[in-house]
């Protein structure tokens, strides 16, 4: 099966410092996602990337930045962490298609103070 | 804008019940139309990617059906059991990019 491995379950961190969420996955997929899930708003997309070194904006990316390197790795970056950032953040992938499903990591519930 | 909507909001159901939800999504330009399960504490799972209008599958007790032409899908559990407590996500794809489009889902409580 798909592995999908977010570094961290839990995060608390201050205002204003870079932070760093990590997301790996094992099975090759082109494509690499990151979300963060709200109360009543249901899952944003923050950026996504298709390819290694190519980055796309999604919804909501204001205050983030991506980088993927490796083809496994796709790490979301908070330049300046602020308190509307607190959320539940999620990292998928899926194979090339536009069709095919989605999987997902476990999540990192990050706390911004 | 494109919106998905799914109903009801959250639902509670006794063991051994069958239940449903709709997704509702746009008709024009569909490409696909998924459906996961997020139980609490764990990572959401997909269930079915649907692409064909009429388009009906199942897995286990859990079976979903696809109308394009007038845009929902449902969600059906048959017996629903306390492990089928989550909150249900459908997903549309307009097939212009790879963005999916979220519901807000359904929450479904089966009580023992």
Not at chain 1, 15 to 43: A, I
Not at chain 1, 76 to 85: H, K, P, Y
Not at chain 2, 11 to 24: I, P, Y
Not at chain 2, 43 to 61: I, Y
Request: proline share 4%; with cysteine; hydrophobic share 35%.
């Amino acid at each position: 099966d798909v592995k999908v491995t977010q570094s961290s379950r839990y995060l608390v961190k201050r205002t204003g410092e870079k932070v760093f969420l990590e997301c790996v996955q094992d099975m090759d997929h082109e494509n690499m996602f990151w979300y963060r899930q709200d109360p009543g708003l249901g899952l944003r997309l923050i950026y996504f990337s298709y390819d290694v070194k190519m980055k796309e904006k999604g919804d909501i990316p204001e205050g983030y930045s991506v980088s993927r390197e490796k083809k496994e790795r796709f790490s979301l970056i908070l330049e300046s962490a602020s308190t509307n950032q607190t959320s539940m953040y999620l990292c998928a992938s899926a194979p090339g298609a536009l069709n095919e499903k989605l999987f997902f990591g476990s999540g990192t519930q990050l706390s911004v103070l | 804008i494109l919106n998905v909507e799914q109903s009801p909001q959250s639902l509670h159901v006794q063991e051994g019940d069958s239940t449903n939800f709709t997704c509702s999504f746009p008709s024009s330009n569909f490409y696909a139309l998924h459906w996961y399960r997020w139980e609490t504490a764990k990572s959401p799972e997909a269930l079915f990617v649907m692409t064909l209008n009429g388009d009906e599958k199942k897995k286990g007790r859990i079976s979903a059906t696809l109308n394009t032409k007038e845009g929902y899908s449902y969600l059906y559990i048959k017996g629903s059991q306390p492990e089928d407590s989550a909150t249900y996500l459908c997903a549309f794809n307009a097939g212009n990019n790879r963005k999916l489009i979220w519901g807000l889902g359904t929450s479904l409580a089966v009580n023992p």
